[in-house]
C-alpha cells in the first residue's frame, strides 16, 4: 500500500469534527489495506510508530527537505526505514540517522511529511483515538464492536486485534480467542467522576460498594508460581523497580492472581506520603522510599477468570487472597453512611472515594458506568499549550501555565491560565521542562507541544467568551504535574462542558 492513502486518510479524519464520519474514513482504508500491512496502518492510525525510539526529535525535523512532488514510498518501507534509524547506535549513528531520516523526508509527499512528522513527534491531530480506532476495525471487519474491545482487553493493545479481526479467515473466532493471559497485562477499567457521593449513589443501584480512593499508581500485580509482574496503568512493565511488591505479592497464598491496585508511600503514621515521592519512587530503582500496595479488585485466581463476574464476588475472592492488603471498603445502601465514609477518608488524608455498582462487570479499558469517583474538590487533568515568562521575583522562570482539555475530534481547547500553587520547587522543574518542549518563544509566551498533563483544582466555571470552549476555570490552581498519563488521557472539554451544566 501507498503511504500517502494512509496519509490522506489521515488528513481527512483530521478535517472532520463528527465521530461517525472519522469512524468511516478509517474503516474504507482498513478494508483496502492489505494483509501484510495492516500491522503498520493500524498503529500508525493510532498516531503511533512501531518502534519504541528512532533517536528523533523536533530538532531533528527543524530543517527538512523540500517534499517530494510525486509519492512513491509505500507503508512498509516507511516502517523499514524507522527501523532501521532505531537500530543505530555508537559512534557516527546521528549523522547516519540524519541521513536516513532527510532520505525518507525528500521521499515524501508534503501531505505525507506532515504525517511523517506527526508520527515522529507523537502529535499527529487526527482525533483518531483508540476507542474510535477500535470501532473502525469492528465495522471493517464486519463483527461486533463489543467483541473487539474485549480483544483489545484482553491483548492489551490495538494492532494484534486489528490482525486478527482483518486478516483471519474467521474474524469472530480469532478475536473471541484472545483471553486473559496471567503475565500479560489488561487494559485497567477507569471511573467516572462525580462532584458529590450523592451523584455518584444516585447513578448506581444500591448497595453500592465505597471504595477509599488512594493517591498512588495504578498498578496490576500477576503471579505464576514465583513469577511476578508488575505493570502501570499504561501497562508498562516496573517489576524491576518495585522488590517490595513483588517479595508482598510473592507471599499471597495463590499459585495464579491477577490483582488490581494502588501502590503509595506511606509515612510511619499510616498517612499517604506527598504523590511526588510515590511517582518519583516508582520510576526509578529502589531508594529510601518505599511503596506499600493496595489492592481494589481481583481479575484472575488460581485458573478461574472473574472480570464478568460482579463486583461483590470478585472482592470475596480478593480478600481471600489479599487479606490486609485489600482496600478498605464500605458496603452500603445509605448515601447518608456513604458521604460519611467520604467525610473520613478524607480526614485520614486519602484522596477520595470510588463508588461502584455491586454487580457491575469488570469494564477493562473503559470509563465504566460502573465506577465513579469522588473527589474533595473539583480537579481535572490538563494538557499544557504554553507558558509566560514570569516577572517580579518569578523574572527568568517559565511561570503562568496555558490550559488546555481535550477535543475528541482532535487538539485542545483553552479553559485559562494559572501560576497559582506552584512552588519554588516546581517553579525550576516546569522552567526546565517546558524549556525541552519549547516550539516558539516571542518573548513574553512560550510554546510548547502538548504533552505535560497537569492536574488543577478549581472552584467552579463561569461561561466566557474570551476561550473558544466558552467555559473559563474560576481559580485554578497547580495540585501536580502527572507524568504518569500523557495527552490522550487528560479530560475531555466535554467532561468539563457536562461539569458546567
Known amino acids: 500500500m501507498l503511504f500517502v492513502e494512509l496519509a490522506t486518510t489521515s488528513a481527512a479524519v483530521s478535517a472532520t469534527r463528527s465521530r461517525l464520519a472519522k469512524r468511516a474514513l478509517l474503516a474504507d482504508l482498513l478494508r483496502r489495506t492489505p494483509a501484510s500491512d495492516v500491522p503498520v496502518v493500524s ?33 512498509q518501507g516507511v516502517d523499514d526505514a524507522f527501523e532501521a534509524m532505531a537500530v543505530l547506535s555508537g559512534p557516527g549513528s546521528a549523522t547516519a540517522r540524519g541521513t536516513l531520516a532527510n532520505d525518507l523526508f525528500a521521499a515524501a509527499t508534503e501531505r505525507e511529511q506532515a504525517m511523517l512528522r506527526g508520527l515522529v513527534t507523537g502529535e499527529l491531530r487526527q482525533g483518531s483515538l483508540d476507542a474510535l480506532l477500535l470501532d473502525a476495525v469492528a465495522e471493517a471487519a464486519g463483527v461486533p464492536a463489543d467483541a473487539v474491545r474485549r480483544a483489545a482487553m484482553f491483548a492489551g493493545a490495538t494492532e494484534p486485534v486489528a490482525i486478527a479481526a482483518l486478516t483471519a479467515s474467521s474474524p469472530a473466532d480469532a478475536l473471541a480467542a484472545f483471553g486473559l493471559v496471567v503475565g500479560r497485562p489488561v487494559r485497567p477499567m477507569l471511573a467516572q467522576s462525580a462532584p458529590d457521593v450523592a451523584h455518584a449513589f444516585a447513578a448506581l443501584e444500591p448497595p453500592v460498594v465505597v471504595d477509599t480512593k488512594l493517591d498512588g499508581i495504578r498498578i496490576q500485580v500477576h503471579k505464576r508460581g514465583d513469577e511476578v509482574g508488575v505493570f502501570t496503568r499504561s501497562l508498562d512493565d516496573i517489576t524491576g523497580r518495585v522488590p517490595e511488591i513483588v517479595a508482598i505479592v510473592r507471599s499471597l497464598p495463590a499459585e ?37 500496595p493496595f489492592f481494589f479488585d481481583c481479575l484472575h485466581v488460581d485458573g478461574t477468570d472473574l472480570l464478568d463476574a460482579p463486583l461483590l464476588t470478585r472482592l470475596a475472592a480478593l480478600d481471600a487472597v489479599a487479606g490486609s492488603w485489600a482496600v478498605q471498603r464500605l458496603v452500603t445502601s445509605s448515601s447518608d453512611e456513604a458521604a460519611q465514609r467520604f467525610t473520613s477518608v478524607v480526614a485520614a488524608g486519602q484522596e477520595g472515594v470510588v463508588v461502584k455498582s455491586s454487580t457491575a462487570p469488570y469494564e477493562a479499558g473503559r470509563r465504566g ?27 527568568g522562570f517559565l511561570s503562568n501555565i496555558h490550559l488546555g482539555a481535550r477535543d475528541p475530534a482532535g487538539g485542545f481547547v483553552m479553559l485559562g491560565k494559572t501560576f497559582k500553587g506552584m512552588t519554588d520547587e516546581m517553579l525550576a522543574w516546569q522552567t526546565e521542562r517546558f524549556t525541552e518542549l519549547k516550539t516558539d518563544d516571542n518573548g513574553w509566551v512560550v510554546t510548547v507541544r502538548p504533552e505535560q498533563v497537569v492536574e488543577i483544582a478549581f472552584d467552579g466555571l463561569q461561561r466566557s467568551t474570551r476561550y473558544p470552549g466558552g467555559v473559563a476555570l474560576r481559580f485554578a490552581r497547580v495540585l501536580r504535574y502527572r507524568d504518569d498519563k500523557n495527552a490522550a488521557e487528560a479530560d475531555t472539554i466535554d467532561t468539563v462542558l457536562a461539569l458546567a451544566g
Open 256 to 292: 495464579e492472581l491477577v490483582l488490581d491496585g494502588e501502590a503509595l508511600a506511606v509515612g510511619p503514621d499510616g498517612r499517604p506520603r506527598p504523590f511526588q515521592e510515590t511517582a518519583s519512587r516508582s520510576a526509578s530503582a529502589p531508594t529510601e522510599v518505599v511503596l506499600t
Open 369 to 395: 458506568a460502573g465506577w465513579v469517583k469522588v473527589k474533595p474538590r473539583h480537579t481535572l487533568d490538563l494538557v499544557v499549550l504554553a507558558v509566560e515568562w514570569g516577572s517580579g521575583r518569578r523574572r
Open 43 to 75: 498503529r500508525y492510525l493510532g498516531g503511533e510508530l512501531r518502534q519504541r525510539r528512532t533517536g528523533l526529535g523536533w530538532r531533528s525535523l527543524a530543517s527538512l527537505p523540500e517534499p517530494s512532488a510525486e509519492a512513491s514510498l509505500t507503508v
